[in-house]
């Protein structure tokens, strides 16, 4: 009862601030530019470019699963900034504010405070990653060419497990710092980190959590969904536990201090 009623706080919250409106509409832009921009470039540089008499433009009609890539790409990096953005101030800035305070002083317990509010703040994300990116195969599959719904439905939840990982490390992030610049700021930083290893040590920790999106590329490819994708999913949900349970015991600590 006592996790419900901070969730419901938490949705009602989202929704008073029209979270639930600007959000999605914000991802199913960045989800569908690149692939308008793309299929529409070469009508564009007919109407409005200045191509010289009798010269011709070849433009590379991307595929299907290049254009569906081009989504995911854009909400690897622009999404995940969103979702820094609207979740950096989920407990720092109740602790700032002395709302914080406020609720414990209550019988409310620590877990069921910051598993709520992360749920919350998941579900929105979650609702916004799966609704842009349907969106685009929508707009894919009449541009493009036609990719399977089990294929995006697929990608769609091992993408959101991803981002399980980067509202956790937010999270955890909370639970250390009243400010919200400074949470944004290392979440972003620690993400930023953590695909640069991965990048380069990509041959020896292929279980990485930020390789998930590589993984959702070679699915759109060949079909076949690689292991090593299951591995990082694990990794990331693991992830996301400990940067919970941290974030827990470290509210406690504030608390008895």
Known sequence: MQWQTIFKKELTEHWRSFKWIWVPIVFIIFAIMDPL????????????????????????????????????????????????????????KEVKSGVYELVLSKP???????TAKYVAILMLIAFSL???LLVSWYY????????????????????IVYFMMILGIVMLFNS??????????????????LNVVSSIYSHVITWSPTLISDYINVYF?????????????????????????????????????
């Open 108 to 114: 409310v317990s620590f877990t069921n405070y910051i």
């Open 37 to 92: 921009t793309m299929y529409y470039f070469p009508i564009i540089m007919d109407t409005v470019g200045n191509v010289p008499e009798g010269a011709t433009m070849d433009f590379p009609t991307p595929s299907v699963a290049e254009a569906m890539i081009m989504s995911f790409s854009q909400l690897g990096l622009l999404g995940v900034l969103i979702a820094v953005v609207v979740s950096m101030g989920l407990v720092s």
């Open 140 to 159: 894919v599959n009449i541009l493009f060419g036609t990719i399977s719904f089990i294929q995006i439905v697929v990608s769609i939840l091992f993408f």
């Open 130 to 132: 799966a609704a842009s």
């Open 221 to 257: 490819y060949s079909g076949q969904l690689e292991t090593e994708i299951w591995f990082s999913s694990v990794a990331a949900v693991a992830i996301t536990v400990i940067s919970l349970i941290i974030a827990t015991i470290t509210l406690k600590n504030k608390a008895i201090d």
């Open 176 to 193: 250390f710092l009243k400010s919200q610049g400074l949470v944004a700021f290392l979440s972003i930083i620690t993400v930023v980190a």
